[in-house]
């Protein structure tokens, strides 16, 4: 089963670009479809976005279209957040996840259907 480790979380001002990152170890990487979410304090879980196996379908939360962007490298087993135009409301912590699929790309936003999640990095945007 793949581990994942995000990084590239930090404080930062409104207007800002953070780009996170998500390493997977395992040798099956390209057979899971991935996926960031995050978590505001006091706040229930949120999909944020989603990346097919082979990179070439991607959905966002209408919060963030247009500003965020998801992205992966199946040779480095990682899969990448650029984060623009950040705003105070996207303060929390971000988790990537992996949900392994065979068969046509499907996703979902509801974190239950995701196998494996990362331990999450922190970011903050100030105003």
């Known amino acids: 089963q793949v581990q994942l480790v995000e990084s590239g979380g930090g404080l930062v001002q409104a207007g800002d670009s953070l780009r996170l990152s998500c390493a997977a170890s395992g040798r099956t990487f390209s057979s899971y479809v991935m996926a960031w979410f995050r978590q505001a304090p006091g706040k229930e879980r949120e999909f944020v976005a989603v990346?097919?196996?082979?990179?070439?379908?991607?959905y966002y939360v209408d919060s963030v279209k247009g500003r965020f962007t998801i992205s992966r490298d199946n040779v480095k087993n990682a899969v990448y957040l650029q984060m623009n135009s950040l705003k105070p409301e996207d303060t929390a912590v971000y988790y990537c996840a992996a949900d392994v699929q065979i068969g046509p790309f499907r996703w979902s936003p509801n974190g239950a259907e995701y196998d494996v999640w990362g331990q999450g990095t922190q970011v903050t945007v100030s105003s």
């Open positions: 990346i097919s196996r082979n990179g070439g379908t991607t």
